[in-house]
């Protein structure tokens, strides 16, 4: 697996210089991921495939907004591809929804001693991510990639409700350990 | 603003997804703009999703990169319609249509928050210092933040900025701050079933 730092810097390479090269690299990794990861939570081949193609596009064009201090490569693009299928997928019904993601991701009043806080937290909860059993993490995949309530988590998995609030409480536990002395 | 009350993990994921209905996620994002804690809760939860990204099993594109970026010379460039915002709204309120004050009884005003394509009804709601909202049970869920002001009910006192995350097993009678009143957006999934005289005159008020 490529380390994180280089797809950082691949973005910050088209920003600089509109690096062409740099944009196939990210895309090759990126969009393929982008798609599985859509139709693994149930959207349809061909939206994945216009969500993956734009979102990639629109790192082409915002990547001077890319700030590797505050996320790395991998959670911003998977916040633009979040607001876009949001966009793609509510058209006809005129959603705003993706506007107020992007007044909550502006910077709020937070302390300026968190700059380097969201590329060190990405960095732990990578490796955190790691180490959760097969059915923890298949938990935290219907619960922070299709967005289900532990209810429907239970039911997509057959397995009783407290089942599931106790896998995704032992993975949070986890994940938060790991992320103890950070704050 | 620090808050006391905030949502659930659960609430929170479903929220950072994108998939949570708009007018529950504008409620919740209500409460995020004022509190920092609860945003950077959010942007672990992110941060969870960039390690699914980084997991997941690639699907082969049907299309090269070089053939997008030739799209984009000729991609017209979007401009939204802008309208000046009102003051003293939450800004995640600006890109929403809001209607008019209306008094619903002695005391208690409401604004319609218009959410296009969203099945939760959402609500400003603003009740003078001492007033009791009638005692009131859901059949769906009802989610509030607090603006400014307080209330106060059997699960404890909720101030600016604070969330409430009532579902079908709540049943309460928010008692409003005696000197600050109260001003909060609240938005409601199924119905709204208050009880009394006071309720049924209510009702059909609510129903916006």
Sequence with gaps: MVPLFDHNALIVAIARSGDRNAFAKLFDHFAPRVKGLLMKAGTPAELAEEVAQETLLTVWR???????????????????????????????????????????????????????????????????????SPDQYRAVELAFLEGLSHQDVAKQLAIPLGTVKSRLRLAMSHLRGRLEDLR | MSAAHRPSDETLAAFATGRLDEGLALVVATHLERDA???????????????????????????????????????????????SPETGLPRVLQPYTLGPWR?????????????????????????????????????????????????????????????????????????VDPVEGCTCIAAVTGDVLFQGWLGRLLQPLVRL
């Design chain 2, 37 to 83: 804690s609860s945003r950077r809760r959010m942007r672990s939860f992110q941060s969870v999703q960039g390690a699914l990204l980084d997991g997941a099993e690639p699907v082969a594109m049907s299309i090269r990169a070089t053939d997008v970026l030739a799209r984009e010379r000729d991609a017209a460039v979007m401009v939204e319609p802008g309208h």
């Design chain 1, 62 to 132: 915002k990547a001077a907004l890319f700030d590797p201090s505050k996320a790395s490569a991998g959670t911003w693009i998977s916040t633009i591809a979040r607001n876009l299928r949001i966009d793609i997928a509510r058209r006809e019904t005129r959603s705003r929804l993706s506007q107020v993601y992007e007044i909550i991701d502006e910077d709020g009043p937070e302390q300026p001693d968190m700059a380097v806080w969201g590329a060190e937290r990405d960095l732990r909860i990578r490796a955190a991510m790691t180490e959760l």
């Design chain 2, 103 to 175: 008094p619903i009884g002695i005391g208690i005003a409401m604004r319609k928050v218009d959410v296009a394509g969203a099945e939760a009804r959402v609500f400003m709601l603003r009740a003078g210092a001492g007033v009791a909202l009638p005692h009131h049970k859901h059949s769906g869920l009802e989610w509030t933040t607090i603006l400014s002001g307080a209330y106060e009910h059997q699960y404890g006192r909720y101030a600016a900025g604070d969330f409430d995350e009532a579902d079908s097993e709540h049943e309460h009678t928010p008692r």
